[in-house]
């Protein structure tokens, strides 16, 4: 009866609209799923250049710099699930992979690298978008 039970709650909580589970803003991985190539801080660029599997080893080390990635792939009309988000920040940025549209307008859930210094999926603004890119 209990495994029915859980069954059931796994069932319910991931048909869920992703903006009404509790666990958005909690990693979706643990801490540890820092790439042990990328360097300690500001490794949003290099999880994403990672993840994506880009194996020339010159470009997915300029990657690493969040900025960079406003010029890889092609350019996107704007978010889509599997587009780049680019986001400016001072001289710096942040990174990641759009998993879907959010039904907020102006909100995307982004997988990034290095978001409190973890690997999460999580719903966030547009705002300070600089760019959205297609890979490849």
Known sequence: MQRISAVLLVAVITALP????????????????HPEQCP??????????????????????ELWVARNWASYGKPADGPAPGVIAIYGRGTGGHVGIVTAVSRRPGFVVLKSGNDNGAVRERERSTEGVIAWRIPG
């Open 18 to 33: 992703i903006s009404s589970r509790a666990s958005d803003n909690k990693p979706t991985q643990q801490a540890n799923d």
């Open 40 to 61: 300690e801080h500001e490794w949003c660029g290099c999880w994403l250049a990672t993840y994506l599997g880009i194996q020339d080893r010159k470009l997915w080390r």
